[in-house]
């Protein structure tokens, strides 16, 4: 069974939901980062997506693991001509955030690699 910390094909496992893992080259690599999708028994992996970025990835397996994340996700683009306090305040996108919880519900734990678990469900 896989699981955070399992190693296949020279990539470490550094997150993981029921159907998605996230993990990262064990090597030098062109693109260190791999999004997989976990086959159905658990024990085996398929259709990666490779990248260069770990936030490209991070997003890539955010976006296929949680139906809420992409119109909940508050993206700040600041106008070095705006004043920073036009910027959305972190509460006000967590508020936000926590709608898409509502709306969507949540999948079952994901864990990260420092041990902490990602969004719980009762």
């Known amino acids: ?4 910390g399992t190693i296949i094909a020279n990539r470490k496992i550094l997150a993981m939901t029921d159907k998605f ?10 693109e260190p980062f791999t999004v997989w999708r976990l086959d159905q028994d658990g024990n085996g992996v398929h259709s990666g997506k490779y990248y260069l970025n770990k936030q490209d990835a991070e997003w890539e397996f ?5 139906d809420w994340f992409q119109d909940n996700v508050a993206i700040n683009f600041i106008d070095e ?9 972190p ?7 926590g709608l898409g919880y509502k709306k969507y519900g949540i999948p079952q734990k994901v864990f990260l690699d420092n041990g902490s678990t990602f969004c719980q469900t009762k």
């Open 91 to 97: 509460e006000q996108a967590l508020d936000k955030m």
């Open 62 to 66: 955010c976006s296929l693991a949680f």
């Open 21 to 30: 893992v996230l993990a990262e080259c064990t090597e030098e690599s062109p």
């Open 1 to 4: 069974m896989i699981s955070i």
């Open 81 to 89: 001509k705006e004043p920073a306090s036009e910027v959305e305040a």
